[in-house]
């Protein structure tokens, strides 16, 4: 670690005013979820077994990456291609990455040509709660959402006051301010960071095609958000969201060039919410996402996607359960300096939903139809049943089906004859999944357990011909995944303690491999104390042996690994804290992506400013 880190540690660990820390950061009791079915929910009267991390939950771990929070809380499998800025990825119960639909207030994310959203670009500091529902929901949200949905809110009006200077290792630096307040019917927020870091090498000497640099390579990131709602009469609002982060990474593609790629992820807003009547609420949202990435060096080029989205939902309360039906446009037009023969897709969806009570039993029900300009219609749904045993047990079971629809790049990517043909008939790659699991939630304590199959046909791959040496992308691959997810959080006097571990089987139908970069288990653990003005956390985050190829080739085998994180709070006066986080405490030296350095120990330090109400 840098002389900054250690130095500030060695000042933290002398301040000794007895000042009180702040409250709890892990909340345990009754939780509000809207991703699972488009509505508001108890989270504990979800069909799904889902989870939400907290603004509290992220600073209390002082993560440095969005991929390191979805990691420790989520149940999710990550990988990244270096250290910071570079690309990362997330898989959700053993599908593939781009199988994971991505929003932001709402609004679509991601690159309609390479098919993945830009994980590494999304700080943290921007960030008010996330939703993560793993499992088939195109009966909700319509393409992409295979391994399920991971939904970021960006800060409002109750995120309050805050700021943050940071330093850390690898001469990383970071400053973040945010301010929230409601003025009579008005609400306003507005959140800026800043950060940098000279970060480390991140390929290894044994790179192919002459790519490896033995350089730093750096990351700059510059992001703000702002959220505005006016309260009109009693039930009737109007709003607007805006989302901007652009990241600056060096990377490497060789020696001869100083290489960086420039991206930057994009959401506006505008939105109607409406009380028709005391049962009726209606809400037209109008907005805007952009992924733009751009690079210089020995591999000049950009890419663009723009999605412009319309729509409008209704939520009717009827006298048991609630009725969500509505429409949605989606207008897809990607961009380029390398000649796509299609740059543009229009979906036309409309879907009907169901969630209801009636005393131990609970139900749910969706159906959707896309309609897509490039392949035509897709009809997807999802069914749900809960059955509460006691007022804290309860069994539940789920199915649904789903669909990703191919990227630009599988569709028209230009070809290169004799080597490379794209396809443009390709179909939607396809999954059927189904659950059961069981629930506890009690007043101290909450645990899931879930049984999930999910079966994923007509994937994409890259087929080439063994004695021409001609590829093509075709639809040919089928897959399986078997497992079970298990989750467990609790309070117990002044501790605050959390688990959970997948298990799966990941598994190509044909050949019977382990599919590329997924684990058989991964998991993490947590416990945090505090006392008097202290609060001290350790993580562990681990993750199976996986294959970087889709034979299980000896050469591609990822060791396994398990990390510890260490945390500390020490609040200084009521609103200024020092936090504290020493990351991969035993420096272990391991691999997410085959080629691809990971950080070894590292630490980071940061005086917090969050005035705390009287």
């Known amino acids: 670690m840098n002389s900054n880190f250690n130095i500030a540690a060695a000042a933290l660990a002398a301040y000794t005013h007895g000042v009180y820390a702040q409250s709890a950061t892990v909340p345990v009791g009754p939780t509000v979820i809207v991703t699972a079915t488009r509505t508001a929910e108890n989270m504990s009267e979800a069909h799904a077994q889902a989870s939400v991390i907290s603004a509290a939950q992220i600073r209390a771990g002082g993560y440095a990456t969005l991929t390191e929070v979805l990691q420790a809380h989520g149940g999710v499998e990550i990988t990244r291609n270096g250290g910071p800025g570079q690309p990362s990825a997330v898989f959700m119960r053993g599908a593939e990455a781009r199988h994971t639909l991505v929003l932001i207030d709402g609004l679509r994310v991601g690159s309609a040509t390479a098919g993945g959203t830009a994980f590494e670009h999304i700080a943290p500091a921007q960030i008010e709660r996330i939703e993560?529902?793993?499992?088939?929901?195109?009966?909700?949200?319509?393409?992409?959402?295979?391994?399920?949905?991971?939904?970021i809110f960006t800060r409002g009006a109750a995120s309050g006051t805050s700021a943050k200077v940071s330093v850390g290792s690898f001469g990383t630096r970071e400053v973040a301010a945010g301010f929230g307040r409601r003025i009579g019917n008005s609400e306003f927020s507005l959140a800026a960071g800043y950060s940098e870091t000279r970060g480390f090498d991140a390929t290894k000497p044994n790179t192919p095609f002459a790519q490896y640099n033995p350089d730093r390579d750096g990351y700059r990131n510059r992001n703000v958000s702002a959220r505005w709602i006016q309260h009109l009469t009693d039930g009737h609002e109007l709003g607007a969201t805006a989302f901007h982060s652009r990241g600056d990474t060096h990377f490497d593609a060789g020696?001869?060039?100083?290489?960086?790629?420039?991206?930057?992820?994009?959401?506006?807003?505008?939105?109607?919410?409406?009380?028709?009547?005391?049962?009726?609420?209606?809400?037209?949202?109008?907005?805007?996402?952009?992924?733009?990435?751009?690079?210089?060096?020995?591999?000049?080029?950009?890419?663009?996607?723009?999605?412009?989205?319309?729509l409008w939902q209704h939520d009717v309360r009827l006298s048991v359960g609630t009725?969500?039906?509505?429409?949605?446009?989606?207008?897809?037009?990607?961009?380029?300096?390398?000649?796509?023969?299609?740059?543009?897709?229009?979906?036309?969806?409309?879907?009907?939903?169901?969630?209801?009570?009636?005393?131990?039993?609970g139900f749910q029900a969706n159906g959707r139809r896309d309609d897509n300009s490039q392949f035509g219609a897709q009809h997807t749904g999802s069914l749900g049943y809960s059955y509460r045993f006691t007022r804290a047990w309860r069994a539940r079971m789920a199915a649904g089906t789903a669909f990703k629809a191919p990227t630009f790049n599988d569709l028209y990517f230009p070809d290169f004859p004799p080597f490379y043909f794209s396809n443009p008939d390709l179909r939607p790659e396809r999954s059927r999944g189904r659950e059961v699991g069981i629930n506890y939630d009690g007043a101290q304590q909450q645990f899931a357990a879930t049984l999930f199959r999910n079966r994923i046909s007509n994937l994409i791959t890259v087929v080439t011909d063994p004695v021409t040496f001609v590829s093509t992308t075709r639809n040919l691959n089928s897959a399986r995944i078997d497992g079970v997810a298990l989750a467990w959080r609790a309070q117990i006097q002044a501790w605050q303690l959390r688990a959970n571990a997948t298990l799966q089987d990941p598994r190509d139908?044909?050949?019977?491999?382990?599919?590329?970069?997924?684990?058989?288990?991964?998991?993490?653990?947590?416990?945090?104390?505090?006392?008097?003005?202290?609060?001290?956390?350790?993580?562990?985050?681990a993750s199976g042996a996986r294959f970087d190829s889709t034979t299980e080739a000896p050469n591609t085998r990822l060791h396994g690994y398990a990390l510890l994180n260490l945390t500390a709070r020490y609040a200084l006066t009521r609103d200024w804290a020092l936090d504290v986080r020493w990351g991969n405490v035993f420096n272990r030296e391991y691999e997410s992506a085959r080629f691809f350095n990971d950080a070894r120990g590292n630490g980071m330090v940061a005086l917090v400013y969050q005035p705390r109400s009287p």
Do not use: C, M
């Not at 993560?132 to 399920?148: E, K, N, Q």
């Not at 109607?272 to 907005?287: A, F, V």
């Open 323 to 361: 009725l969500i039906g509505g429409v949605e446009f989606l207008s897809q037009r990607v961009a380029s300096d390398t000649p796509y023969s299609g740059t543009r897709r229009d979906v036309k969806s409309a879907f009907l939903g169901y969630r209801g009570d009636f005393g131990a039993h």
């Open 132 to 151: 993560i529902v793993p499992g088939p929901l195109s009966g909700v949200y319509g393409a992409d959402a295979i391994g399920g949905v991971i939904q």
């Open 509 to 541: 139908d044909a050949t019977g491999a382990q599919l590329r970069r997924r684990a058989k288990y991964l998991g993490s653990a947590a416990a945090e104390k505090t006392t008097g003005p202290w609060r001290v956390g350790a993580e562990v985050v």
């Open 255 to 310: 020696l001869a060039t100083d290489d960086v790629r420039s991206q930057t992820v994009q959401a506006f807003s505008l939105y109607s919410r409406n009380r028709i009547t005391p049962n009726w609420t209606s809400l037209l949202r109008i907005g805007s996402a952009r992924d733009h990435s751009a690079s210089v060096g020995a591999f000049p080029g950009y890419f663009r996607t723009d999605q412009h989205q319309v």
